[in-house]
């Protein structure tokens, strides 16, 4: 029986591959930040501990925006397996830095989207873009604001757990201008 739903990738355009790679990302991104969460929790670190539970939660919905958006463009969507997942770290510095580097490349492979939905001429991949570039700034500004935190704290992990409990509140959900995701989101 003839399928409507395409299969194989060359059936897809650039920028609808690199979507179905960015749920990888997203997804990779959320294990990640497990791991980092779990380092924290296991050390007493309490408060970094739920920072990175609750960024992990963030982004599995961004990973599921994106299938909504694929789904409802009528591309056939394989959920990928994540990449590899860091574990071990020496130092508490060693896992914010990671978690910056981590946020950057995201916001990299955002700007190569938005440049391939410009080459084909994609606008509403375009606009369905424009959220994501403005919730990358936000994420690198926090783990950047983290990291000088961590190196002006000079190894005090209480300052830096004092400052996180202040200053870095669970936000509830990703904002009414948000994409849908597909299935329930963090609320
Ligand atoms: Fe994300
Ligand atoms: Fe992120």
Known sequence: MASTTKSADHGLSKFHRLLIDQVRHEFTAS???????????????????????????EERDHAMMIVRFLVDSDVSV????????????????????????????????????MKVARDENDYTGEQFLQWFLQEQTEEVAKMSTLLAVVDRSAGNLFDVEAFVARDMPDESGDGADAPSTAGPALT
């Open 31 to 57: 294990h990640q930040y497990i791991a980092l969460a779990a380092w924290f929790d296991a050390r007493d670190l309490p408060q970094l501990a739920r920072v990175f539970y609750h960024q992990s939660l």
């Open 78 to 113: 394989s959920i990928p397996r994540v990449d590899e997942i860091q574990n071990d770290f020496d130092t508490p510095r060693d896992l914010v830095a990671l978690a910056l580097r981590q946020e950057r490349e995201v916001t990299d492979q955002f700007h190569m989207l």
